[in-house]
C-alpha cells in the first residue's frame, strides 16, 4: 500500500542515512521501524506484567499500616488534649 507522510526533515534524513549505511531501501527500512515499534506497542500497559507480584507482602503491608494508624491515633489523642 502506498501512502504519504509528513515527518520532519531532520527525522527523513536521519532515516534515509541509517537506511544508505545498512544498504537496504528508505522503504524497507520505514517498514522494520514501523513492525519494530508495533513489537513494543501491545494493547496492555508495561506495567501489567509487574501487577500483583508483590502479592506476598500483602500482611506485612497490612501490619505497617496498622503500626501508622496506631501511632497517628496516639499523635491525634495527645494533640486534643
Do not use: C, Y
Amino acid at each position: 500500500m502506498k501512502t504519504t507522510l509528513e515527518i520532519p526533515d531532520f527525522l527523513f534524513r536521519r532515516a534515509k542515512s541509517v537506511a544508505a549505511e545498512r544498504g537496504i531501501p528508505l522503504r524497507q527500512f520505514m517498514t522494520e521501524a514501523v513492525q519494530e515499534k508495533l513489537k513494543t506497542t501491545s494493547n496492555h500497559k508495561p506495567w501489567m506484567k509487574h501487577l500483583g507480584k508483590l502479592k506476598h507482602l500483602r500482611k506485612e503491608r497490612k501490619q505497617i499500616e496498622k503500626r501508622v494508624e496506631e501511632v497517628f491515633e496516639k499523635i491525634d489523642q495527645e494533640i486534643w488534649q
